[in-house]
Nanobody, 126 residues
Framework: QLVESGGVSVQPGWTLRLACAAS????????IGWFRQGPGKGREGVSA????????YYANSVKGRFTISRDNATNIVYLQMNSLTPEDTAVYFC?????????????????????WGQGTQVTVSS
């Protein structure tokens, strides 16, 4: 089970931290990804982290502004989002991959992830 939290309405330039709490997995989880779906848009990969070596991946649109991290003790993956803009408005989903490791291309592909959370809404507006 994956449960996202932390989504709220903020003004441009503000900071938010989303959390993805993972529990109840009976198989190994090789990676956690964050995706988002904006109004009228498809779901796109934002960031991901490999659970084995901690390697991280970022979409070009968020590189330098967003940071993904994990807390192994609590099984929570965070997405720190700085300098938010209205273009970041979306429902943010976390997803888990248990079928194998993530790679430079696969981390962006929805079908690579077997488990999904319900999403949390982030709205950036003045």
């Amino acid at each position: 089970q994956l449960v996202e939290s932390g989504g709220v309405s903020v003004q441009p330039g503000w900071t938010l931290r989303l959390a993805c709490a993972a529990s109840g997995f009976t198989s190994a989880v090789y990676g956690i990804g964050w995706f988002r779906q904006g109004p009228g848009k498809g779901r796109e990969g934002v960031s991901a982290i490999r659970t084995g070596d901690g390697r991280t991946y970022y979409a070009n649109s968020v590189k330098g502004r967003f940071t993904i991290s994990r807390d192994n003790a609590t099984n929570i993956v965070y997405l720190q989002m700085n300098s938010l803009t209205p273009e970041d408005t979306a429902v943010y989903f976390c997803a888990a991959r248990s079928g194998g490791g993530l790679d430079d291309f696969g981390w962006t592909q929805r079908h690579e992830y077997e488990y999904w959370g319900q999403g949390t809404q982030v709205t950036v507006s003045s």
